[in-house]
């Protein structure tokens, strides 16, 4: 998710004054907001969040009422598109976040999920390949197949839902190729640091895969840092400020140390908070200019192979394809043609623009698992749009966005496939 936590002043935090006073109430962001459009509440909408931040900035209390409003927004920042003032509410908002976990007092079970999660899941490679590997042999028993088949998780509220959102475990885990270098494919042009994530290493690491390949095939010697691990973007969304800046201090030291044209990464949520380290960082003496040099390294895989002399040599993809903006490529880092460029560049791929292709899919982060009902209701509407378009593929440009488009299918669809855009360009490849 987004990385703009902020602190408006020394020892106050919450969002800043300036940025709550850029808003001017037009309202143009309202059908932009993917609350707004479920619900129709003023409340739930960028403009009506900010009238809250303003209120609480002003004194009035963090009421359970402004809790919930503010976490029912997706942070997507669709509305930053659609605002012509400039108002930066990915920045408020996660800001808003961050104060009010400064002030909520969790009770023994959060707390307790919450630390294993964000303290011991995210940032460890040894956790995440046990769970890998735990979550492997769900998949491979038949237990999952069971589940669903008998609908036995519906005796447990909620299970249900998130278990129909739960990843699928890919060993061999990617984790085994952090540290390697690989060589381009014939003359090499460019030395890339590629960011291989934290789950994804689990769930997607085929997709790694995939993304390696498609960079050598184009003139990259690709460099999987050692000292690389979770970005933060999760606990920046969550409202855990100092535990991001744990982690963007040691991304920034293990990419820094090496020589770099560019630092990539294939997930779109992700790379908004990657690229915004400058701004997690400011207030770092020791880190603000390496922060800053960090961000301006930093590209979506997708941003960087549209931006240089593409390898044409590709075979034919014959498939419908549709496009899902990911949000926090979108909005967030404002990169919208490079996913299309790039399928473009197929051969006998048929494109088909999805409507609304903007609008948030529902995923955002851990938002599916926190506000899972919201999280699903938002999906529907997403598919409908899908199903509009006739195509067999949905390409986007971020795990998460997968993982909610996989359950989508699953719930709403007629058996589409979904892949990354480099999946895509990776299977052309090896067509050719």
């Not at 108002?87 to 908002?93: D, E, L, Q, S």
């Not at 690389?228 to 973007?233: E, L, R």
């Not at 535990?243 to 140390?257: E, G, H, K, P, T």
């Not at 971020?398 to 058996?415: D, E, K, T, Y």
Request: overall charge positive; glycine content about 8%.
């Amino acid at each position: 998710m987004a990385a703009f936590t902020v602190i408006s002043e020394p020892n106050k935090p919450g969002p800043r004054q300036a940025d709550l006073d850029r808003c001017v109430h037009c309202g143009l962001c309202l059908n932009a907001c993917p609350t707004y459009r479920e619900l129709g509440l003023e409340m739930d909408s960028p403009r009506g969040r900010i009238y809250q931040m303003v209120q609480v900035a002003e004194g009035a209390p963090m009421n359970p009422a402004y809790l919930e409003h503010i976490g029912l927004c997706l942070a997507c920042r669709g509305c930053e598109s659609a605002c012509p003032s400039g108002v930066p509410y990915g920045r408020m908002v996660e800001a808003a976040r961050a104060e009010i976990e400064s002030q909520r007092h969790h009770d023994w079970r959060e707390r307790i999920l919450r630390g294993f999660v964000f303290e011991r899941l995210l940032p460890s490679r040894a956790a995440l390949s046990v769970a890998g590997t735990l979550l492997y042999l769900y998949e491979a028993s038949g237990l999952r197949a069971l589940a669903r088949a008998t609908g036995v998780l519906k005796l447990f509220g909620r299970l249900d839902q998130l278990e129909q959102l739960a990843p699928r475990a890919e060993p061999p885990f990617f984790f085994s190729q952090v540290g390697r270098t690989f060589p381009a494919k014939g003359a090499k042009r460019y030395r890339v640091a590629f960011l291989a994530g934290c789950v994804a290493n689990v769930a997607f690491a085929r997709l790694n895969e995939a993304t390696v390949r498609v960079l050598q095939r184009n003139g990259c010697e690709v460099v999987i840092p050692a000292g690389q691990g979770c970005c933060g973007a999760l606990h920046v969304h969550a409202g855990l400020r100092d535990q991001a800046l744990v982690l963007a201090r040691r991304n920034i030291d293990a990419v820094l140390a090496g020589d770099y044209d560019a630092v990539l990464t294939n997930a779109a949520g992700c790379g908004s908070t990657l690229k915004e380290y400058d701004e997690l960082l400011a207030g770092d003496p020791r880190y603000a200019e390496k922060a800053r040099e960090f961000s301006q390294l930093m590209r979506d895989v997708t941003e960087f192979l549209a931006s240089i002399p593409l390898n044409q040599n590709l075979g034919p993809v014959r498939a419908d394809v549709t496009y899902q903006d990911s949000c926090h490529l979108a909005h967030g880092q404002k990169v919208r043609s490079a996913p299309r460029q790039l399928l473009a560049s197929i051969p006998e791929l048929q494109f088909r623009e999805m409507p609304f292709a903007d609008i948030c899919c529902g995923s955002a982060g851990i938002y599916n698992v926190v506000q899972n009902q919201m999280s699903l209701q938002i999906l529907a509407t997403k598919m409908q749009s899908v199903n509009a378009t006739g195509a067999k593929v949905i390409a986007t440009a971020n795990p998460g966005c997968m993982l909610q488009l996989q359950a989508g299918v699953r719930l709403h669809g007629s058996g589409q496939r979904v892949m990354h855009v480099v999946e895509l360009l990776d299977l052309g490849y090896r067509n050719f």
